[in-house]
């Protein structure tokens, strides 16, 4: 038997209360879940609201909320928080040279997750995507990974039982851009995983064996502009060069000890 804790909180136990009935249970309407937990419809709106934003829960054609990809796909843990550590500073650096937010991802079979987030400080601007889950075929930093495999590989993971869940993939198409992002350097995802929202993506050529990772400049679309993109390419490009060559560095030492 379980003792709840004796500085419990409320908030992150209805939360996770909400998440393991969307799992265990299925959908809930806003309503069915202020009933579960016992609070009021706004704040089981809130609760579903936040869980939502983390991938926890989503919302189907009828309103209702399911389970979310955090909950839907479990994966082994990917082994990301020196790749973290390394890549903050280097974001920094990148959001303050192009006054956009950037971000550090890690693509595991056709799903994509981003690791680290350094929001810019324009009033708007992108959010913090820290743990969000997407489509590798969609975001930046997934088509900008899955430029670097050989078009077999790509075929097979797109191949994979669900990851068609957002809808057909058009493999072919999906391969040519593949090629033109090889050709330039960098993946463009113009409002494909979100209204709104451009990014571009380049991936990090780190050690061996390491999980697949990438670093993308998000914006809002009204600021994306064509003209900025051997900038904000070359500034994506010295970024991931140096986080890769230290990435690499710091592992080998680690290997040679």
């Known amino acids: 038997m379980k003792n709840r804790p004796a500085y419990g909180i409320d908030s992150v136990d209805h939360a996770l209360r909400l998440a393991t009935l969307l799992k265990q249970e299925g959908p809930l309407r806003?309503?069915?879940?202020?009933?579960?937990?016992?609070v009021a419809r706004s704040t089981a709106h809130r609760l579903l609201a936040m869980l939502v934003y983390r991938d926890f829960a989503e919302q189907d054609d009828d309103r209702r909320y399911v389970a979310g990809p955090a909950l839907r796909h479990p994966s082994s843990p990917e082994p990301v928080a020196d790749l973290r550590r390394i890549a903050e500073p280097h974001l920094r650096e990148l959001t303050a040279r192009t006054g956009e937010t950037t971000s550090v991802t890690v693509t595991v079979g056709h799903r994509t997750r981003f690791v680290a987030t350094v929001e810019c400080?324009?009033?708007?601007?992108?959010?913090?995507?820290?743990?969000?889950?997407?489509?590798?075929?969609l975001a930046s930093g997934g088509k900008a990974v899955l430029a670097t495999l050989?078009?077999?590989?790509?075929?097979?993971?797109?191949?994979e039982p669900d990851a068609a869940e957002t809808g057909p993939v058009d493999v072919e198409a999906l391969l040519r851009e593949l090629r033109r992002c090889r050709r330039r350097g960098y993946a463009l995802n113009d409002q494909a995983t979100e209204s709104g929202v451009t990014a571009?993506?380049?991936?990090?050529?780190?050690?061996?064996?390491?999980?697949?990772a990438a670093v993308a400049?998000?914006?809002?679309?009204?600021?994306?502009?064509?003209?900025?993109?051997?900038?904000l390419g070359g500034a994506l490009a010295s970024a991931t060069?140096?986080?890769?060559?230290e990435w690499a560095a710091e592992t080998a030492e680690y290997r040679g000890r």
């Not at 400080?121 to 075929?137: C, E, F």
């Not at 400049?217 to 900038?231: C, L, N």
């Not at 060069?241 to 060559?245: A, E, F, L, N, V």
Request: aromatic share 2%; hydrophobic share 40%.
């Open 30 to 38: 806003v309503m069915e879940a202020a009933e579960h937990l016992g």
């Open 121 to 137: 400080t324009q009033v708007l601007r992108v959010g913090d995507r820290a743990g969000r889950v997407l489509p590798a075929h």
């Open 150 to 159: 050989p078009e077999e590989e790509v075929r097979a993971r797109l191949a």
């Open 200 to 212: 571009i993506g380049r991936a990090v050529d780190g050690p061996p064996g390491a999980v697949p």
């Open 217 to 231: 400049i998000a914006m809002p679309t009204v600021r994306f502009r064509r003209d900025r993109m051997a900038e």
């Open 241 to 245: 060069d140096r986080i890769g060559t």
